[in-house]
Structures are given as C-alpha cells and as structure tokens.
C-alpha cells in the first residue's frame, strides 16, 4: 500500500499568512493526488485534484504542486474560513490513502 | 446543482448489518465511478473502497479493514449508490461519506454509524 505522510501535522496560523502544506507518498504516484479542507463539524470539500488542478469555486489563494513523491499545498494569504484540517489523498493505487491530516488553528 | 445524500446510518450491535445509501443528483452518476469513505470521532479519513461504472465492468475494490464484510453496489436508475455492511464491529463507528469518483470531487454530508452494545 502507498503510504501518505503529512507535515506539520498542527500549525498555528494568523490571518494574512502564507502557509504550505507537505504531503509525501512512500512510492510514485505521478501527479494522482488530491487535497481536501474540512471545517470543524463539517464534510470534507475538494480543493484541489491531479495536485495543481483547483475545483470549480475555489479560491485562486488556494495552489497544489508536485509530482511523483513530494506535494505541497499553499495557501497565499489565510483568510478565517480557511481554519481547520486539511488532508492529501493519494489516487494512483488502491487501497487510495489519505495522509492524516495537518490542522490549522 | 449536485446533490449526494446520505442516509440509514444508526445504532446497531456487534455482529449486525446495515445498508448504507448514497442519493445522487445533478450528475452523471452512471458514468462515474463512486467511493466510500470513513471517519471515527476525532480521527482521519479512512477509504473504504469504490464501484466503477458499469461500462469498465462495474468492479469494485475496497480496503483491507472491511473486504469480505463490506459490499459496494449501485443502481443506476436510481442514481443511487449502496454500502452493504456485516458483522460489524465496534472499530467501524464512524461517518460514512460517498463522494463522485476515485478523488472525491463531491462530497455527501455523511451519515452516522454507531457499532456498540
């Protein structure tokens, strides 16, 4: 199984800061990862998927980037509803992982 | 506008079964594959599995937590996705999400199963 590993896996944040998220897979996945925000309480929502293509309404502050074994998730300026966890999901071979999360308070 | 809705979440005891459903609308359902996903309270999301459509052969995968406990199925004159689920055990308390495709585009609100006795 593809393992995902996510760092850091808490941070504290303040709004107007840029933030990057790494997601690492423990063999190549080419470019078959998406990341998802969740809000306390709420369903999780797609943000981004083949790790740069952003879904439909969301933010351009929101980017992905990477290939093969290392991502990152970059928020460019932190707005107050961008707190909360985020998680990587690797696509490229079943089982189809999620990395464990880096919460953002 | 899309719509996945979830439902027959609730209490059941260990060794017991329920069928979860996934209501789709506003989508292409039949031409999609749909997956499953879990979160225990206070955990990560856990994949559960997915069912391709019916034109790749309508297979489905799951992981190894639930294979051989837990059935994918679909119906598409309902546009409706199903998740079978036996002998159930107190470690499969979570929220049970679906969500289009193998990198969950959409996402349902979930609905709740409890395993306890």
């Known amino acids: 199984d593809v393992q995902m590993t996510q760092s850091p896996s808490s941070l504290s944040a303040s709004v107007g800061d840029r933030l990057t998220i790494t997601c690492r897979a423990s063999?190549?996945?080419?470019?078959?990862l998406a990341w998802f925000q969740q809000r306390p309480g709420k369903a999780p929502k797609s943000l981004i998927n083949?790790?740069?293509t952003l879904q439909s309404g969301v933010p351009s502050r929101f980017s992905g980037s990477g290939s093969g074994t290392d991502f990152t998730l970059t928020i460019s300026s932190l707005q107050p509803e961008d707190f909360g966890t985020y998680y990587c999901?690797?696509?490229?071979?079943?089982?189809?992982?999620f990395g464990p999360g880096t919460k953002v308070d | 506008e899309v719509h996945l809705v979830e439902s027959g979440g609730g209490l059941v005891k260990p060794g017991g079964s329920l069928r979860l459903s996934c209501a789709v609308s506003?989508?292409?359902?039949?031409?999609?594959?749909m997956s499953w996903v879990r979160q225990a309270p206070g955990k990560g999301l856990e994949w559960v599995g997915l069912?391709?459509?019916?034109?790749?052969?309508?297979?489905?995968d799951y992981a190894a937590a639930v294979k051989g406990r837990f059935t994918i199925s679909r119906d598409d004159l309902r546009n409706t996705l199903y998740l079978q689920m036996n002998s159930l055990e107190t470690e499969d308390t979570a929220v049970y999400y679906c969500?289009?495709?193998?990198?969950?585009?959409?996402w349902g609100r979930g609905t709740m199963v409890t395993v306890s006795s």
């Open positions: 969500g289009t495709g193998a990198a969950f585009d959409l």
């Open positions: 063999q190549g996945i080419r470019n078959r």
């Open positions: 083949n790790a740069s």
């Open positions: 069912n391709k459509r019916k034109s790749e052969g309508g297979t489905t």
């Open positions: 999901q690797q696509y490229e071979s079943s089982p189809f992982t």
């Open positions: 506003g989508f292409a359902f039949s031409n999609s594959w």
